[in-house]
């Protein structure tokens, strides 16, 4: 049964830093394009980042460039998100997924994922 669980939320101040990871039980990434997306409370779910197979590419929101890093550890089955200078907008619970096949097109439209997380919660104090 594939899962995947991520872990490393928490409660911050504007300008701190988290980095969020995202295990896979029973997957094998090497094969999937891994993303992350977040959700704030009434708003709808947004693409913040994504990295290729082999991490030849990757792919980010506008509102995160230059602050958040996505990368991928493929002999552990994980990936993760460094976010630096958070601020309040940033507050959401992020989830990772793995999609089989993409682009930024398909991923900013949350289009052919896989398998999705049960979210982590981040929060931001201003």
């Known amino acids: 049964q594939v899962q995947l669980r991520e872990s490393g939320g928490g409660l911050v101040q504007a300008g701190d830093s988290l980095r969020l990871s995202c295990f896979a039980s029973?997957?094998?990434?090497?094969?999937?394009?891994m993303a992350w997306f977040r959700q704030a409370p009434g708003k709808d779910r947004e693409f913040v980042a994504a990295?290729?197979?082999?991490?030849?590419?990757?792919w980010y929101a506008d509102s995160v460039k230059g602050r958040f890093a996505i990368s991928r550890d493929d002999l552990k089955d994980t990936v993760y998100l460094q976010m630096d200078s958070l601020n309040p907008e940033d507050t959401a619970v992020y989830y990772c997924a793995a999609a089989s096949w993409g682009n930024f097109y398909t991923l900013s439209r949350a289009q052919g994922v896989n398998y999705w997380g049960q979210g982590t919660q981040v929060t931001v104090s201003s």
């Open positions: 029973n997957l094998n990434i090497s094969t999937y394009i």
């Open positions: 990295v290729s197979l082999s991490a030849k590419y990757t």
